[in-house]
């Protein structure tokens, strides 16, 4: 097996390491290909995203890396892409993704803006309690049922290379004290979007940053999801959403057999000549 992962962040957002410092983590680690994906900029303030006057120098720093290590790994440029109805989407682009070998588009923001902030679906339980009172009345079925209508929207509407962390919304989910991952209305607001996920050829990342960090005891997505979307035959990956180099492979090996495990056969690699596939 080839290892590759293209969820990385680094000192650009909210990683905590430079890019080289991640590239040399990613060799020790036998890496065939490293893709940088620091969180794209916000036209508003924010900790984690990267500022929009780094964006040029963030590209120019990578593809001169690409040349420095090409004999050692292979590297890609790219970005994960927020998707904010009416912020960002298909009509409202700030900067120029065209530079990019590859997107990945991830859901972390819900709420209505005109109604007050946004708010992130990883924050604490009690924050996204608040927000859910605020902009869902309270009911977390709706609020949740957003959260993958907005993956819907985002994989018809702006179509990106990789769908990050699917069900990131069950990242406070303890003891179902959101929902239950197993009641058919869930599994009716995933498989919605997993169609569109499918029908806008998108790879499905398994991301494994939520257990190697101690967030969540499954990976993104969990077992019931995975089950569905080898059932749909969309492609998928192994990323580990990595903000830390001791993460850079994290939980790989556990995420191989569970694929296996749950039948699937192959992972997809990306290249800069295009998608091709290899045997799990």
Same mark, same amino acid.
């Given at each position: 097996?080839?290892?590759?992962n293209?969820?990385?962040?680094?000192?650009?957002?909210?990683?905590?390491?430079?890019?080289?410092?991640?590239?040399?983590?990613?060799?020790?680690?036998n890496?065939?290909?490293l893709? $940088?994906?620091?969180?794209?900029?916000?036209? *508003?303030d924010?900790?984690?995203?990267?500022?929009?006057?780094?964006?040029?120098?963030y590209?120019n720093?990578?593809?001169?890396?690409?040349?420095?290590?090409?004999?050692?790994?292979?590297?890609?440029?790219g970005?994960?892409?927020?998707?904010?109805?009416?912020?960002?989407?298909?009509?409202?682009? *700030? $900067?120029?993704?065209?530079?990019l070998?590859?997107?990945?588009?991830?859901?972390?923001?819900?709420?209505?803006?005109?109604?007050g902030?946004l708010?992130?679906?990883?924050?604490?339980?009690d924050?996204?309690?608040?927000?859910?009172?605020?902009?869902y009345?309270?009911n *977390?079925r709706?609020?949740v049922e957003?959260?993958?209508?907005?993956i819907?929207?985002?994989?018809?509407?702006?179509?990106p290379?990789?769908?990050?962390?699917?069900?990131?919304?069950?990242?406070?989910?303890t003891?179902?004290?959101?929902?239950?991952?197993?009641?058919?209305?869930?599994?009716?607001?995933?498989?919605?979007?997993?169609?569109?996920?499918?029908?806008?050829?998108?790879?499905?990342?398994?991301?494994?940053?939520?257990?190697?960090?101690?967030?969540?005891?499954?990976?993104y997505p969990?077992?019931?999801?995975l089950?569905?979307?080898?059932e749909?035959?969309?492609p998928?990956?192994?990323?580990?959403?990595?903000?830390?180099?001791?993460?850079?492979?994290?939980?790989f090996?556990?995420? $191989?057999?569970?694929?296996?495990?749950?039948? $699937?056969?192959?992972?997809?690699?990306?290249?800069?000549?295009?998608?091709?596939?290899?045997?799990?």
């Amino acid at each position: 097996m080839k290892k590759t992962n293209y969820h990385t962040h680094s000192i650009y957002s909210d990683g905590k390491f430079n890019l080289k410092e991640n590239i040399e983590s990613a060799i020790s680690n036998n890496l065939h290909i490293l893709g $940088f994906s620091d969180h794209c900029p916000l036209p *508003f303030d924010s900790s984690w995203a990267m500022k929009l006057n780094d964006y040029d120098t963030y590209i120019n720093e990578i593809n001169e890396l690409k040349i420095q290590y090409q004999e050692k790994i292979k590297i890609l440029a790219g970005l994960e892409l927020d998707y904010i109805p009416e912020i960002i989407d298909e009509n409202n682009k *700030f $900067f120029d993704t065209e530079k990019l070998d590859y997107v990945i588009g991830s859901i972390h923001l819900l709420g209505d803006p005109s109604n007050g902030e946004l708010w992130s679906v990883d924050h604490s339980f009690d924050k996204i309690k608040n927000g859910c009172e605020r902009d869902y009345q309270g009911n *977390f079925r709706t609020m949740v049922e957003d959260y993958y209508r907005r993956i819907l929207l985002m994989a018809e509407n702006t179509k990106p290379d990789i769908i990050g962390h699917l069900d990131l919304v069950k990242i406070r989910n303890t003891n179902n004290r959101i929902f239950n991952e197993n009641e058919s209305w869930y599994l009716d607001a995933v498989y919605n979007a997993l169609i569109s996920v499918k029908a806008n050829d998108c790879i499905v990342e398994i991301n494994t940053g939520g257990v190697s960090r101690g967030y969540t005891d499954s990976f993104y997505p969990s077992d019931i999801i995975l089950k569905i979307i080898n059932e749909l035959k969309i492609p998928v990956m192994i990323n580990s959403d990595a903000h830390r180099i001791e993460h850079i492979c994290g939980k790989f090996e556990e995420a $191989f057999e569970k694929l296996k495990l749950l039948g $699937f056969t192959e992972l997809v690699v990306i290249d800069i000549n295009g998608r091709n596939f290899q045997k799990l």
